[in-house]
């Protein structure tokens, strides 16, 4: 039986793209065909490094000339629909960065035009494939912590809003990978001290939507039993240690830190130094992966996974439909936050509630506000004081 080998092509050639790249090609199955990038510097640092001369600044000559199977689209987030829209009426796969977009409206029209023309939609939400994650799942999956009671994840300490749709996204769908389907979501989310309001609502900072809230908590109630809670909470200083996800179970726990998973063999214990000694799980890699290469673990993970699923003819592990559900939990959080009700997913009004509830309290659109989260975060801090 032959071995089929992807053609790939990579649209977007900054930090992102870099890391997709790598991964794409250190994989013994993935063959990069081509680059594209309206900045020919770029283009040419990516080009020479993963020895792709196929260089282009016009994504549609690209795939005219190069016929790849699958179109990587490591953009920032808010070109994320048009160019899906784009690659997607030529009937190539496509994996885009997280989040998928910045509403449900777009997400369900990228999805529509998946199905249309009958190609995957996977999202780079490579936390759910790492190796940590693989350890924890084969220790979830083997039973060690017994039934799953309730999930907790937490950020890295980015302002509230703007943590939930950047970093918030990936620990959502770590999370769905225990708690499955998510049935409703109840938030509060607080800006100043205070509830938020609809003058709280505002641009997101690295062009993701419209957000609101400088501290999230949230909570979620999954299939059966299982609830989780969110929390997006604004630090004074990013903290990637606070960046967690726990599993609580009826006999034990486990933890996902980046990089790294642990298990507690008790769900319950009293901290004497005696019984509450997390042991360290062997992470799981790809037997081809090599370490040595520049190729990230958790991205070339995600490579592998698009090429078992291309195989099997199954969704990717990080599918469009995971992230449109995804997104339908954030907006869910805004909603629930806005309107001070629990929000049952998924959503009848597909509309960004956030806008809908602005414009309900007679407010027009958001000020304008920086790109660049340092910048942004000044402002305000100034606004709020």
């Not at 979620?220 to 004074?236: A, D, S, W």
Request: proline letters at 5%; a negative charge.
């Amino acid at each position: 039986m032959s071995i089929t080998t992807y053609r790939i092509a990579i649209l977007g050639c900054r930090g992102r793209g870099t890391a997709a790249a790598r991964a794409y090609h250190a994989h013994p199955r993935t063959e990069i065909v081509g680059l594209c990038d309206l900045i020919e510097e770029r283009l040419k640092t990516l080009g020479d490094e993963v020895k792709v001369s196929a260089r282009f600044t016009d994504l549609d000559e690209m795939i005219q000339q190069t016929s790849p199977d699958i179109v990587a689209i490591p953009t920032g987030t808010e070109f994320h629909y048009d160019l899906c829209m784009r690659v997607l009426e030529h009937g190539v796969h496509i994996e885009v960065e997280k989040p998928m977009c910045v509403d449900l409206v777009e997400a369900d029209a990228v999805i529509e035009k998946a199905e249309e023309k009958g190609v995957q939609v996977a999202v780079h939400h490579q936390g759910r494939v790492g190796a940590s994650m693989q350890a924890i799942a084969l220790a979830f999956n083997a039973g060690k912590i017994g039934e799953l009671r309730y999930i907790y994840g937490s950020g890295k300490g980015y302002y509230g809003g703007y943590g939930l749709m950047n970093i918030g996204t990936h620990m959502l769908n770590n999370m769905l990978h225990f708690g499955k389907q998510c049935k409703s979501v109840f938030a509060q989310l607080t800006t100043g001290g205070k509830p938020i309001t609809p003058e709280d609502v505002i641009p997101s900072p690295s062009g993701m939507g419209t957000i609101a809230g400088e501290y999230i908590t949230a909570t979620m109630q999954y299939e059966g039993n299982i609830t989780g809670t969110l929390l997006q909470h604004r630090f004074n200083k990013m903290d990637t240690g606070a960046y967690s996800m726990e599993l609580y179970g009826t006999e034990g726990r486990l933890m996902w830190k980046l990089g790294n998973a642990y298990y507690l063999p008790t769900p319950h214990y009293i901290p004497d130094g005696t019984n509450d000694k997390w042991e360290s799980l062997d992470l799981i890699f790809p037997e081809h992966y090599d370490p040595k290469s520049s190729a990230s673990e958790m991205d070339y993970w995600f490579v592998e996974d698009y090429v078992n699923a291309l195989d099997e003819e199954r969704p990717h592990v990080c599918s469009g439909y995971e992230g449109r559900h995804v997104i339908e939990m954030m907006m869910g959080i805004f909603e629930s936050a806005a309107y001070g009700e629990r929000v049952n997913l998924p959503q009848t009004d597909r509309s960004h509630p956030l806008l809908r509830w602005r414009e309900e309290e007679g407010f027009g659109s958001p000020p304008k506000m920086p790109r660049g989260y340092g910048e942004w975060v000044n402002l305000e801090s100034k606004r709020i004081g």
